[in-house]
């Protein structure tokens, strides 16, 4: 999908839409208009401007401003930008500026890893066919990338898990799974920043406060990357 | 001070406009399933459109207030009692909905009855103060967010009462609540319908031919919608959701997403219920049926404009 398609969702919202599958490159692209457009905003009243895996969301305060009002704009700035992104970009609006891929907050999330704080370690391990400490070696190998947020405040989906560990979610979700819990969905890994009802398999648990929402601030946010370091004893 | 919750009815909350601006981080909008009536109480209670009012769901609550103020119910059709001795009305009295009421200080109002509709909005003159999170009073108990301590109201529960030099009720004669006026006993109801703009995966004819019927499985989140399966159109990448916006799963049921909804999803987006019927939506339980009429973004815009002129006038 060259050409970005831009549609309607409703009478309040317009989605840009760069590809359909997932890739780094159209995760890039979504990132880059999000970032663009709060550096340059529409003509419009924009409530919110949501980036996603492969899209972005901008959603309008419909008394003020008509979708068909911005379909236009959006489509002439969705098509400046790169098929292939050339690695820079604004990181966020608390932080303007452009930024080198190198440059990219990366944040490292201590992990207690199986046992009581990871229930589904051993599954995962079967799964695999390796052993525990083999599948939190491989868990903690890769640098991931912040795809998106969403399901809860301060819930990052990262990607991408080593396709070896890769477990599917369980047949049956849990009621409540902890706070810090961190687990894997396929090919996403990802911490629960609160106690909630949750499917992935949990492998471990970090300490590290996700979502503060007295000061509004996620740890984590679209595009930066994270790295796991198992704690440890 | 303010106001104590005596009873607290089914699902009592704290809602205001809704949280904005920080969906990009997982923050969900919440907010009022009926904006028209959140606003419309508001209105008549003298406050402004970003004052937080209660969200009345099927069974009401018993509120008493420790201060004399002004006071407006607006939705759903509720018997409304009035007791207080001070005001003179030990036994009490009735006060009418969708019509600015004084209440004294010591009074209670008790929720009764309800005959049409699904949910209800009580203003206070100075709207209800509890602090704001994240810039918005509404509550969100999924993600435990805003309103009073981020859960639905329980008994013994008080709130504040935001400050107001207002002392008397202004509109003398009820208000009519254009979705709701006429609105049989649930049984005879036809179904409702729900204007839509066809979303971006494209909606199946057979969609706009059925009649749905909100199923159990159903609260501030979304409406599961019993009916035809759809031809599924498969898992999409998650990409942002509106309220409003009606996903396919791939099984090919259809779920209405509402005032909680997550910030994204990933499910085909078959259509998303134009701005000037969510309050139609918002006033459905379960076992309502609804069918959904493909519009354009213009009939849309021409919809809402006619839908905000019906609201009472704002406050001077």
């Known amino acids: ?233 | 001070m303010g106001i104590t919750v005596v009873r607290p009815g089914m699902l009592t909350t704290v809602q205001d406009g809704g949280r904005y601006g920080a969906q990009h981080l997982g923050v969900p909008v919440g907010g009022p399933m009926d904006w028209w009536c959140h606003e419309a109480a508001n209105r008549l209670a003298g406050n402004g459109p970003d004052a937080a009012t209660l969200e009345v769901t099927l069974i009401g609550p018993e509120l008493e207030l420790s201060r004399t103020t002004i006071a407006a119910v607006v939705g759903a059709n509720f018997a409304l009692t009035l007791t207080g001795s001070r005001s003179g009305h030990a036994s009490g009295r009735s006060v009418a909905m969708n019509q600015a009421f004084l209440i004294e200080a010591g009074d209670r109002l008790a929720f009764g009855e309800r005959t049409a509709g699904a949910r209800a909005y009580v203003a206070f003159a100075g709207g209800v103060a509890v602090p704001p999170v994240m810039g918005s009073r509404a509550t969100h108990v999924k993600a435990a967010l805003g309103g009073h301590d981020g859960r639905a109201l329980q008994r013994d529960d008080v709130l504040p009462l935001g400050a107001t030099a207002r002392q008397r009720a202004e509109a003398a004669s009820a208000i009519d609540v254009p979705h709701l006026s006429g609105a049989a006993p649930d049984v005879l109801r036809a179904p409702a319908m729900l204007r839509a703009i066809e979303g971006p995966e494209g909606a199946p004819a057979a969609f706009w031919d059925a009649v749905f019927t909100i199923s159990p499985q159903s609260d501030r989140m979304g409406y599961r919608l019993d009916g035809p399966a759809l031809a599924a159109p498969g898992d999409q990448l998650s990409s942002g959701v509106t309220m409003g916006t009606v996903q396919v799963t791939p099984s090919g049921t259809c779920v209405l997403l509402m005032a909680d909804r997550a910030t994204s999803g990933g499910y085909a987006r078959a259509a998303s219920v134009i701005t000037a019927d969510l309050p139609r939506a918002g006033q459905l339980a379960p076992g309502d049926t609804v069918t959904f009429c493909r519009v354009t973004p213009d009939e849309a815009g021409e919809a809402l404009a006619a839908t905000i002129a019906r609201l009472p006038p704002a406050p001077a």
């Not at chain 1, 208009?33 to 309008?60: E, F, K, T």
């Not at chain 1, 990052?156 to 049956?172: K, N």
Request: aromatic share 8%.
């Open chain 1, 1 to 233: 999908m060259d050409a970005p398609r831009v549609d309607a969702l409703g009478d309040a919202a317009v989605v840009v839409t760069f590809d359909t599958a997932l890739s780094e490159a159209a995760n890039d692209r979504a990132l880059a208009l999000a970032a663009d457009l709060r550096a340059a905003p529409l003509r419009g009243a924009v409530r919110d401007i949501v980036p996603a895996i492969a899209s972005v969301v901008v959603h309008l305060d419909p008394r003020a401003t008509r979708v068909e009002q911005v379909l236009d704009e959006l489509r002439a700035r969705a098509s400046t930008i790169p098929k292939f992104f050339p690695v820079e970009y604004p990181r966020s609006d608390s932080e303007p500026g452009i930024f080198n891929r190198e440059q990219f907050r990366v944040h490292e999330i201590p992990v207690r890893y199986g046992g009581e704080a990871g229930p589904d370690l051993d599954d995962v391990a079967a799964f695999a066919g390796v052993s525990a400490p083999e599948v939190i070696a491989r868990h903690a190998a890769a640098l991931y990338r912040v795809y998106m947020l969403g399901f809860l405040p301060g819930f990052a989906y990262l990607g991408q898990v080593d396709p070896s560990i890769a477990a599917p979610r369980r047949s049956t979700p849990r009621q409540a799974v902890p706070a810090g819990s961190v687990g894997i969905a396929g090919r996403q890994t990802g911490v629960y920043p609160r106690t909630s009802p949750g499917g992935w398999q949990v492998i471990g648990r970090t300490t590290v406060s996700m979502f503060d929402a007295a000061a509004g601030r996620s740890l984590l946010e679209p595009g930066d990357r994270v790295r796991f370091v198992p704690e440890r004893g």
